[in-house]
């Protein structure tokens, strides 16, 4: 399967490296974080933390294509905790989204 959607964007965030947390620090995980639309590829490296925050730079994407890529980051970050409680690892190692003409 090609990460490369038809139509509209796929929004891919794979897990580079994740830290435990050390005294007073965060728990913390890298992400490849990459947007795929039709005829282009955008990707940047976002640092996640277990506090539901989250550093992801600029991607060259448009602006509702980047604002869609930070939405999953944010949602990935605020879920590390409870995933931790649950028994569950924090941080997914692969995440893939897709979203199409009118789907937000």
Not at 31 to 53: C, H, I, K, N, S
Not at 71 to 89: F, N, P, V
């Amino acid at each position: 399967m090609s990460n490369r959607p038809a139509t509209g964007a796929r929004f891919l965030l794979e897990r580079l490296a994740e830290h435990e947390a050390d005294a007073g620090a965060l728990a913390t995980a890298t992400y490849r974080a990459t947007v795929f639309t039709p005829d282009a590829e955008f990707t940047a490296t976002a640092t996640l933390r277990d506090d539901g925050t989250f550093e992801l730079p600029a991607t060259g994407a448009p602006e509702d294509l980047h604002d869609g890529l930070s939405m999953q980051a944010r949602l990935i970050a605020r879920g590390a905790a409870k995933r931790r409680e649950d028994g569950l690892g924090a941080w997914p190692t692969r995440v893939l989204r897709w979203r199409g003409p009118g789907r937000g």
